[in-house]
């Protein structure tokens, strides 16, 4: 297998962490978001990925992009350890702080759409960190009020083995450390952040550990 | 089955044209998301869905949350007509194009972000629309070259059938035309909201048939 991978993209961060909890071996092709004006513009990945972002998945020839997407498939296709264990419910509730996180935070935050705010509406640096921290407290707030209230919560977001839900939990946390978000009031999500951190598969897949890691 | 719903949202309207391809009978709850400061605001509500958004699906006091999450969940309790069917490389591809229209365009304009950037920003309804716009277009545009180009592409998203890619396509075709926004150059995907707008279930899923259409 053959990740297409940034050491700071948190979609890509979720795959990592999704193929090394499988154990599977895949090469990473670094694809840096800010060289040359963006080497996911260029021709020849954007015809593998026409969206021009990371990740993208090369099984054997068969391309998968979006990493939710590209998760689940590696959950179908080797399905152990599960990332979506359980029932129908617990599925559903899995993918709903996943979603959460994937679909409410990361999207309003990611490079293309910091890069269009600033530009469209000449921005200051300070006035684009609010923005992000702005998205990402409320919603981890959101996801802490999921995690907390609720008693399917574990050592993990969802029991006590990590599921597709932390994979997409431990990225968000690391970017919100990143930009000086506020994490007062997290304390179920610091709490499961630091038990996916004692993991293997967790620290081998964090940006500062990745080959094209600045 | 209740669904909490407003007859414009289109994470809504998503899990309505599902709830239909199904066959399925639900009460709708409707929620004025602009009404007294938004109904999806209030302490009750929020305390079915602490992320104050709608849909909100209650299955005999299972209470889900997260449209992508509510519709796998019909899909693995409810499995015919299949929205996920074939095999994983399948549905790794339905997967990624709903997740496209749902992760990388739906939530950088709804509701909540439009409001905060007007307000954050000051931007005047002009520059409010075109941002909306330019996610849009530029996000259709990449989901039609992943329709485009693709031998699985049938009537509809993927193969002959709709799928939840066609349920995440048709709410996010209604949005661009509602806002004004350029679909040229969509040739396969108008072709597509075309196909499935000649299906029932797509036209009781539509905003304008909903108990509180405006």
């Known amino acids: 297998m053959k ?41 020849a990945y954007a015809a593998l990925n026409p969206n021009e972002t990371v990740p993208t998945l090369d099984d054997d020839g068969l391309v998968l992009t979006q990493s939710l997407a590209i998760i689940e498939y590696l959950d179908e296709t080797h399905p152990a350890p599960p990332l979506l264990p359980g029932s129908a419910a617990d599925r559903a509730r899995i993918r709903a702080i996943a979603q959460t996180i ?16 600033t530009q469209a509406f000449s921005l200051s640096e300070a006035q684009k960190n ?21 008693p399917r919560t574990g050592r993990f977001c969802h029991g006590d083995a990590p599921t597709l839900a932390d994979c997409c939990l431990v990225p968000q946390v690391f970017n919100a450390r990143r930009f000086g ?26 940006p500062g550990n990745q080959p094209d890691a600045e």
Not at 103 to 109: E, V
Request: hydrophobic share 45%; charged share 20%; glycine share 6%.
């Open 3 to 43: 990740l297409y991978t940034y050491f700071r993209s948190s979609a890509a961060y979720r795959v990592r962490i999704a193929l090394h909890l499988k154990g599977l071996a895949f090469d990473a092709v670094p694809v840096h978001l800010l060289q040359g004006g963006g080497q996911q513009h260029a021709a």
């Open 130 to 150: 609010a923005w992000y921290c702005h998205w990402v407290e409320r919603g981890l707030q959101t996801v802490e009020k999921m995690l907390a209230r609720d």
């Open 102 to 117: 994937a679909c409410d935070i990361h999207p309003i935050n990611n490079l293309r759409v910091l890069q269009h705010l």
């Open 181 to 206: 978000c506020s994490v007062a009031g997290l304390s179920t999500v610091l709490r499961i952040g630091a038990e996916c951190e004692k993991l293997d598969a967790f620290a081998r897949a964090a």
